[in-house]
């Protein structure tokens, strides 16, 4: 047996998986080769020609299927890794293997566009208007026992934190994405997640117009959650329409 096909057999062994087909990779020539390597394997990540656990060929195999240097693929792979789409492993059984993005990782990305893009309060606002208002059919059938003792202890200790002077518009989105998590929707949860910086943004901005903002809200947020325990979704819809208009009359441009 060669000596490369000692090591393919040894890589296979060591993955779990097959050995990735040499063939999958094609040579390219740009200025920005790292990027055209890095969407390549997204493609094939995407038809599924590259699977979670698949474990990459060596850098030095890599460097003549694509026809670059080692630097290139380097930048390549960094680029990989902090995408979330290879896990790179040192030692015996190192190297670059295929990983699955997690909803974590994704939400940061969405996380970190949307707090660095120039949004204005006005539009988180009018976002918020469709996407909360949305998802309240869900919440009020989904919505478990649980949930909906969690939601009543957030609205006795916002209750408390007004009655202290120490409630926050954190709070205030705290109680939101809580009820977004009572869809059961791993992708709501994540959106909403995202959202958190503009959202956090929006409601200070509308609390530097009204300070006391606040007070009517933590009661329309107990008023919703016993719309929701009612099963009453044109209760909590209209209570959530008009909490959320009352924001957005505050931050018009």
């Not at 009572?182 to 994540?190: F, K, L, S, Y």
Request: hydrophobic residues 40%.
């Amino acid at each position: 047996m060669s000596t490369r096909a000692s090591q393919t057999s040894e890589n296979e062994a060591q993955s779990g998986r097959a050995a990735v087909p040499q063939e999958l990779f094609k040579a390219v020539s740009s200025s920005r080769v790292s990027q055209v390597i890095v969407e390549q394997i997204r493609r094939l990540l995407k038809e599924e020609r590259l699977q979670p656990g698949d474990r990459l060929p060596s850098e030095r195999e890599l460097c003549v299927q694509f026809g670059v240097s080692r630097v290139t693929i380097r930048e390549a792979l960094r680029i990989l890794e902090v995408n979330g789409l290879v896990e790179i492993r040192v030692g015996a059984r190192g190297g670059a293997f295929v990983t699955a993005p997690t909803s974590s990782r994704v939400s940061e990305g969405l996380a970190d566009l949307l707090t660095l893009s120039p949004l204005t309060a006005s539009q988180v606002t009018e976002a918020r208007l469709i996407f909360e208002l949305g998802v309240v059919p869900l919440v009020v059938e989904r919505a478990t026992e649980e949930d909906v003792a969690d939601l009543r202890a957030m609205c006795d200790a916002h209750a408390e934190a007004m009655k202290e002077g120490q409630y926050t518009m954190e709070l205030s989105t705290a109680f939101h994405i809580r009820v977004a998590a009572c869809t059961h929707n791993p992708a709501i949860e994540m959106l909403v997640q995202s959202f958190h910086g503009p959202m956090l943004m929006s409601l200070r901005e509308a609390q530097a117009i009204e300070p006391r903002m606040g007070r009517r809200g933590t009661k329309e947020h107990r008023e919703f959650v016993e719309a929701i325990a009612a099963r009453d979704a044109e209760a909590a819809t209209r209570i959530m329409r008009t909490h959320l208009e009352r924001t957005a009359s505050r931050v018009k441009d």
